[in-house]
């Protein structure tokens, strides 16, 4: 959340404010600082019992791979680990930092990666088979919720983090990444396993 960050950017400077009802103001949506305190405890309930989902969901994967592994063909394997690459290496020009700097290498960073890469396509070929023998379909507006999220949580407006979508041709991304969150929540819900 971008008051959050606000927060931390004026840690970071050790430009500490007096904690008051004017520095809730500044903050942004607040007009009180027991406002400020609810949400950051909201936001970390959240997070936790976000964590303690997506533990279960990993361990749910898991299982599936389990009961249905199959080989997956080297292509598959390669595009993956290409497009983690290709993310970490955008994560770290975000911060100003080269991959030669970071001592990331192709080479390297494949065979650190190949296990995990394996299991993000096995299971999104799992879950796509759970998903279309269910049914399980994704509506726009569960695109424009998710995209909604994702603007809250970078600090940007959803009209913008949409037309980049668009412009960049991953609105099926969107979609898929839905599609499979909600697979892992409709085979979480049958599962004996709870929070």
Same mark, same amino acid.
């Given at each position: 959340d971008g008051?959050?960050?606000?927060?931390?950017?004026?840690?970071?400077?050790?430009?500490?404010?007096?904690?008051?009802?004017?520095?809730?103001?500044?903050?942004?949506?607040?007009t009180?600082?027991?406002?400020?305190?609810?949400?950051i405890?909201?936001?970390?309930?959240?997070s936790?019992?976000?964590?303690?989902?997506?533990?279960l969901?990993? &361990?749910i994967?898991?299982?599936?791979?389990?009961?249905?592994n199959? &080989?997956?063909?080297e292509?598959?394997v390669?595009?993956?680990?290409?497009e983690?690459?290709?993310?970490?290496?955008?994560?770290?020009?975000?911060?100003?930092?080269?991959?030669?700097?970071?001592?990331?290498?192709?080479?390297?960073?494949?065979?650190?990666?190949?296990?995990?890469?394996?299991?993000?396509?096995?299971?999104?070929?799992?879950?796509?088979?759970?998903?279309?023998k269910?049914?399980?379909?994704?509506?726009?507006?569960?695109?424009?919720?998710?995209i909604?999220?994702?603007?809250?949580?970078?600090?940007?407006?959803t009209?913008v983090?949409?037309?980049?979508?668009?412009?960049?041709?991953?609105?099926?991304w969107i979609?898929?990444?839905?599609?499979?969150?909600?697979?892992l929540?409709?085979?979480?819900?049958?599962?004996?396993?709870?929070?």
């Amino acid at each position: 959340d971008g008051d959050v960050w606000r927060v931390a950017e004026l840690l970071k400077e050790k430009k500490i404010p007096e904690l008051n009802d004017d520095f809730a103001k500044d903050l942004g949506d607040f007009t009180t600082l027991e406002e400020v305190k609810t949400r950051i405890r909201e936001d970390l309930a959240r997070s936790k019992e976000e964590g303690a989902k997506n533990g279960l969901k990993k &361990q749910i994967v898991e299982k599936l791979i389990e009961k249905n592994n199959f &080989q997956v063909p080297e292509g598959m394997v390669r595009v993956e680990l290409e497009e983690m690459l290709r993310q970490l290496e955008a994560n770290l020009r975000s911060q100003g930092i080269t991959p030669e700097a970071a001592g990331v290498t192709r080479e390297d960073f494949f065979s650190k990666n190949r296990e995990g890469a394996l299991f993000l396509i096995k299971g999104r070929l799992l879950c796509d088979a759970i998903a279309e023998k269910e049914k399980i379909t994704v509506s726009p507006e569960e695109i424009d919720l998710q995209i909604g999220e994702m603007a809250r949580v970078s600090g940007q407006t959803t009209v913008v983090l949409k037309k980049y979508f668009q412009e960049n041709d991953r609105l099926s991304w969107i979609e898929e990444t839905v599609r499979e969150e909600k697979t892992l929540d409709f085979v979480l819900s049958r599962s004996k396993i709870k929070l």
